[in-house]
C-alpha cells in the first residue's frame, strides 16, 4: 500500500490564478480529509468528504475554495484566484469506514506546498 | 473552546537525557489523543494515541483527565528522535492540532 499520495508536492500560482491540489486516499479509504499549515501554526482541519458528498467544510474559506471528492479519481482541493495569504502546506489524510474501534485514525500524505508570488 | 496547545517550539536536549514534550487540550467532552511524528522531508506518522497506550519507539504519553495534559515522555534521547512532534485531539473525525514542538538531539 503506497500509502496517501499527494500532488503536486510543490505548486507556485501567481495571484489570481487557480490551483488545484491532488489527493489519493489508501486503497480501501472512502474517508478524505483536507488540512491547511500556515507558517508556524499547527494544521488546521478545512473539509471532510466521503466520495462523491461533502460532510463538513466548517474550516474552509466561504469564497474561493472547493472540495471534491468524486467517485472515481482523486480528491481535489481547489482554489480559485489565490491570494499571498494562501501560500501554506496543504495535508490530505484518509481513513478507514467509519465503524472499528480505530475509525478515526487518519493516514496523512506529504502534503503539497503551495507559494503564491 | 477546543483547543491544543503545545509550549514550546523547540526542545533541545543531549543524547541521553530524558525528554518530555508538553501537551495540554481544551475540551468539553471525551477526545481521543495522539502524538504525530514528522520527521525531516517525511509525512505525519502517528507515534502513539493514548487508548492504544503501547511505547513506540521509547516514547510513552499518559492522558491526565485532571490536568487536561497528554505529555510525551522517553527517558533517554536518541539522535534519530530529532523532529517535529505534534500533538493532536479529536472528538469526532476533525483533529485539532497543536503548533508542535521540534525536538532536537545534540550529540
Known amino acids: 500500500n503506497a500509502g496517501v499520495m499527494q500532488n503536486p508536492r510543490h505548486l507556485v500560482r501567481r495571484r489570481g490564478q487557480e490551483a488545484r491540489l491532488r489527493c489519493s486516499p489508501m486503497?480501501?479509504?472512502?474517508?478524505v480529509y483536507w488540512y491547511r499549515q500556515l507558517p508556524e501554526e499547527g494544521l488546521k482541519f478545512m473539509v471532510y468528504l466521503q466520495k462523491e458528498n461533502i460532510i463538513d467544510e466548517s474550516g474552509m474559506p466561504k469564497e474561493r475554495f472547493s472540495a471534491e471528492f468524486p467517485k472515481e479519481g482523486p480528491s481535489i482541493l481547489r482554489i480559485q484566484q489565490v491570494v499571498r495569504g494562501d501560500s501554506a502546506a496543504y495535508f490530505c489524510?484518509?481513513?478507514?469506514?467509519?465503524?472499528?474501534?480505530?475509525?478515526?485514525?487518519?493516514?496523512f500524505g506529504p502534503g503539497t506546498r503551495l507559494t503564491v508570488l | 473552546a477546543q483547543r491544543v496547545t503545545q509550549p514550546e517550539k523547540l526542545l533541545s536536549v543531549f543524547k541521553g537525557a530524558p525528554v518530555e514534550l508538553k501537551c495540554n487540550y481544551s475540551?468539553?467532552?471525551?477526545?481521543?489523543l495522539f502524538w504525530y511524528v514528522q520527521y525531516s522531508r517525511q509525512r505525519l506518522q502517528l507515534l502513539l494515541r493514548?487508548?492504544s497506550r503501547e511505547s513506540i519507539k521509547g516514547f510513552t504519553a499518559d492522558l491526565n483527565k485532571g490536568e487536561t495534559s497528554f505529555h510525551l515522555k522517553k527517558p533517554f534521547a536518541q539522535e534519530e528522535d530529532s523532529a517535529m512532534y505534534y500533538c493532536?485531539?479529536?472528538?469526532?473525525?476533525?483533529?485539532?492540532f497543536g503548533t508542535g514542538t521540534r525536538l532536537k538531539v545534540l550529540a
Open positions: 475540551y468539553s467532552g471525551s477526545p481521543e
Open positions: 493514548h487508548i
Open positions: 493532536a485531539l479529536s472528538g469526532t473525525y476533525k483533529y485539532i
Open positions: 486503497k480501501g479509504h472512502s474517508h
Open positions: 489524510a484518509s481513513s478507514p469506514e467509519i465503524g472499528g474501534a480505530y475509525y478515526n485514525e487518519q493516514f
